[in-house]
């Protein structure tokens, strides 16, 4: 019945409506030519306003490529600086590039920020998608010509737009920095939104790379998100990293201090630490960037990459026999052992010039990304001591959690002794590298060139730790300590200390009493290093460790 109703009712309807319709044509009582020219008219309102929309489309597109305007671009490049889009052209592939957010314009209404001429299209940040060598990531660059690159609540939504999709997406996010700081008229809302792109860097840690290269001034607040990223780069004389500037250092503590001394590259990777790697100029910066992500898996889901090598993974060193000095007391480069193993000799160094006591890097080994830890027996006889052990531990860490192989070289006297480690909390800090290791669960290849001295040597990847193959060269000691120092407590008072020494460095000083305890696989040839390496990391490929379960472990900050 109701059925029947509903279709009544819709034959009514449908009558109503061919009577109107009739009312319309010639006949029905009103004038055809009145009618006619209103429908005639109707299509073509449409079509003009289409135009107007298209119009509107294609201004907004040409605005938002120009910024602020040629003046200020013509001022970036005196700064020998490039502009946002100029950098993120240099560093995709070309033609990749997909631009998220064009029309995005702030919502500030104070203080004249509503007037047309303090609107942008895209606003202070160009962000979107493209491919570094066919591999997806994700960017986002800041543009210094509109509003000095500050940050606004538009700017904070659209970088968290593109690192919430390369989450999804499992792809890195790499952040051209190039900002005044937060934008004064918004407010609060302003530092509302470098607190959610904080949120973002943190939940993305660990689960896709994150990269910052600083491309000119980055300060107050928004220097925490490259702090909470994997790897900071800068560019020398044009970048710059505080929380306060050179003015407000003067007012508050009397000091003199230029913008260079206070935050530039020399200053982060040199002294502070906060900084990887600082490059000549924009181009110089964005070029090895690009090679640089060549050796990063796109997501913590993703196994090392791996290229085409035309490196023989069987190829003997012959030069690595006569490398380390009869003496132990004399110094040699491991950086030369290094490059010397590693496919083509090319090895990415990552804070050169800080802690150099200690050497971390990526390099290949038959085509595979390897992270690369080693103590510079150059500096400091290679000894750990508290900025080493840190910038060991980060970088272990990194390669853990991206399942980037580690493979370790050992010659290492010790701990720092000196009150300034002591007070400086050495203990604390000496235990994060141990940390790392230990909790690590790549494969982890270990070799001891020459001394693994106490303490010291537990920690740089020792078996003990789970090191998958541990290797020693027949110049390795495996010791408490040094012969000298081991000597004049055993027989201390006594005579013949140098014969007592003699016996000592017979039973000690060489490496069999950790060979013969299983502490280390195999003593083998310093030239057959490589093959070794190689062959072990092929079989370690299907390596499948976890740790015990736990929402997070507590490693000593």
Known sequence: MAALTAVRSSSRLLTGFNA??????????????????????QPRWYAVSHLSVQERIDNKRKAALVGGGQKRIEAQHKRGKLTARERVELLLDSGTFVEYDTFVEHRCSDFGMEADQNKFPGDSVVTGQGRINGRLVYVFSQDFT???????????????????QALLVGAPVIGLNDSGGARIQEGVESLAG?????????????VVPQISLIMGPCAGG???SPALTDFTFMVKDTSYLFITGPDVVKSVTNEDVTQEELGGAKTHTAVSGVAHRAFENDIDALLNLREFFNFLPLSNKDSAPVIECQDPSERLVPGLDTIVPFENTKAYDMLD????????REFFEIMPNYAKNIVVGFARMNGRTVGIVGNQPKVASGCLDINSSVKGARFVRFCDAFNIPIITFVDVPGFLPGTAQEYGGIIRHGAKLLFAFAEATVPKITVITRKAYGGAYDVMSSKHLRGDVNYAWPSAEVAVMGAKGAVQIIFRGKENQAEAE???????ANPFPAAVRGFVDDIIQPSTTRMRICRDLEVLASKQQKN??????????
């Not at 509109?146 to 904070?156: I, M, N, P, Q, Y």
């Not at 015990?548 to 900050?557: D, G, T, V």
Request: glycine share 8%.
């Open 548 to 557: 015990p379960w736990k929402k997070h472990a507590n490693i000593p900050l």
């Open 146 to 164: 509109v509003f000095g690159g500050s940050l606004s609540g538009a700017h904070a939504q659209k970088i968290c737009k593109i690192m919430d």
């Open 20 to 41: 109107a319709y009739r009312s319309l044509i010639p006949g029905s009582g009103l004038p055809w030519a009145s009618v006619r020219p209103r429908l005639q008219l």
């Open 194 to 206: 470098y607190a959610d792109i904080f949120l973002r860097n943190v939940m993305a840690s660990g």
């Open 502 to 508: 003699a016996e000592y460095v017979e039973k000690f």
């Open 337 to 344: 052992i290094v490059r010397g193993i590693v496919d083509e």
């Open 222 to 224: 928004a220097v925490y």
